[in-house]
């Protein structure tokens, strides 16, 4: 079984719209990161946080917004999307226990706006 | 911030051996990783090295360390098809790393 789910794998939707984008772990960690992967300007980090009232905006958070359910589960929203939000997003965890930090990748979900 | 360049492309014939460079302006990261993406994939962390530390050999693997250049390097020996992805280079220590664009690796008969 994964360690980092994602939910959905894949979302068409339209301008305007509403968006969640889901991230579950099995892996026990405390700290969870939302990134967009966009060709040629690589990983982006929108929010992360370190802890269940931790919140914390990374450089691109402009049109998102996150939750943190429990120490399990982080969510990203899009209050209202736009076609430029199109790209492919990750949820990532880490141990803040661990000795190298590795950031452990969920398999993404495909986001297009049209 | 810190700034971590990566060339976007790079193409190679199969068996033979693949470099791929980072350069980096911070130096005071505690940890340099290498991270790979296949295809339709997350990132996987595929190796990574001690900012004390000049190099580290993993089987076909061999990471390159300058710290006086600000120069990392990941050399896979007799490249494979399997090892076409996109490789990562990312720094970072107790805190939020900072990832490179990410270097599409094409392995071709």
């Known amino acids: 079984d994964a360690d980092v789910t994602q939910t959905p794998r894949n979302r068409i939707t339209k301008t305007g719209k509403r968006i969640m984008l889901e991230c579950s772990q099995t892996?026990?960690?405390?700290?969870m990161y939302w990134y967009r992967q966009d060709p040629g300007l690589g990983l982006r980090l929108i929010y992360y946080?370190?802890?269940?009232?931790?919140?914390n905006k990374g450089e691109i958070s402009d049109g998102y917004s996150v939750s943190r359910q429990a120490q399990a589960k982080f969510s990203l929203s899009l209050e209202s999307a736009i076609p430029n939000q199109t790209a492919l997003y990750f949820c990532?965890?880490?141990?803040?226990?661990?000795?190298?930090?590795?950031?452990?990748f969920g398999p993404g979900t495909r986001l297009t706006v049209l | 911030g810190e700034d971590v360049e990566q060339s976007l492309f790079l193409s190679v014939r199969e068996g033979d051996s693949s470099v791929i460079n980072c350069t980096y302006t911070?130096?005071?990261?505690?940890?340099l990783y290498w991270y790979k993406q296949e295809p339709g994939a997350g990132l996987q962390l595929l190796t990574y090295?001690?900012?004390?530390?000049d190099m580290k050999q993993d089987q076909r693997l061999t990471v390159l360390l300058n710290k006086k250049d600000k120069h990392l390097s990941l050399r896979i020996a007799d490249t494979q098809t399997g090892d076409s992805a996109i490789y990562f280079c990312?720094?970072?220590?107790?805190?939020?790393?900072?990832f490179g664009r990410g270097t599409s690796l094409i392995v071709h008969p």
């Open positions: 090295i001690f900012s004390n530390m």
């Open positions: 892996k026990g960690h405390d700290r």
């Open positions: 946080s370190f802890d269940v009232k931790d919140i």
């Open positions: 911070d130096s005071s990261s505690t940890y």
């Open positions: 990532a965890t880490s141990d803040r226990t661990g000795g190298n930090n590795e950031q452990f």
């Open positions: 990312a720094l970072g220590g107790s805190y939020i790393p900072t």
